[in-house]
């Protein structure tokens, strides 16, 4: 397994022993780690196909197609600027996470023929949506909607500060 600075990395001794000597599981942090690198080129690729999909279409169908999907329109110029820009500071951000678990980032590997697939590249996405959801205020919504039944079940059904010093425990 490669560490780009092994003294300043988040993973626990126990977990890098495991993943050392553990081939399936450091095959697979190798294959996150990958997935992770080649976000933004699998973001743009996939933008590329859909505008070729919708490029290929008759003209009676473009037609009726709202403004930011037709290519010219300054709506579609619009729509393809915050995209790429979102694709590229979403990079940015798996490539922080990467460096902060002591891993290469996608500006410092070299090309590969290592291509990740669509399910790799789904699960990153998610990621992403995940951590919209919980740290930011477009997620706070979702966020409310998915934790708030938790936190008020814990707060009826698990008293604080009754009995001894020891805060109670919730495994959720």
């Known amino acids: 397994m490669q560490h780009q600075c092994d003294d300043h990395h988040s993973l626990s001794q126990a977990f890098q022993t495991n993943l050392y000597h553990d081939k399936e599981e450091q095959s697979h942090w190798e294959d996150v780690c990958t997935a992770y690198r080649q976000y933004a080129t699998f973001a743009l690729c996939t933008w590329s196909n859909h505008r070729n999909r919708l490029d290929a279409l008759p003209d009676e169908q473009k037609k009726v197609l709202p403004k930011g999907l037709q290519n010219g329109t300054p709506e579609a110029t619009e729509r393809a600027k915050l995209f790429k820009d979102a694709a590229i500071r979403n990079q940015?951000?798996?490539?922080?996470?990467l460096r902060h678990a002591g891993m290469p980032h996608s500006q410092q590997v070299g090309p590969t023929t290592t291509v990740v697939g669509d399910g790799q590249i789904s699960k990153?996405?998610?990621?992403?949506?995940?951590?919209v959801r919980d740290w930011t205020i477009d997620g706070k919504g979702e966020r409310d909607q998915a934790y708030e039944p938790i936190l008020n079940a814990v707060m009826e059904h698990v008293p604080l500060g009754v009995g001894g010093?020891?805060?109670p425990k919730v495994c959720v």
Do not use: H, N, P
């Open 165 to 167: 010093d020891e805060a």
């Open 92 to 97: 940015y951000c798996l490539d922080c996470i």
């Open 124 to 131: 990153v996405t998610s990621v992403l949506k995940s951590l």
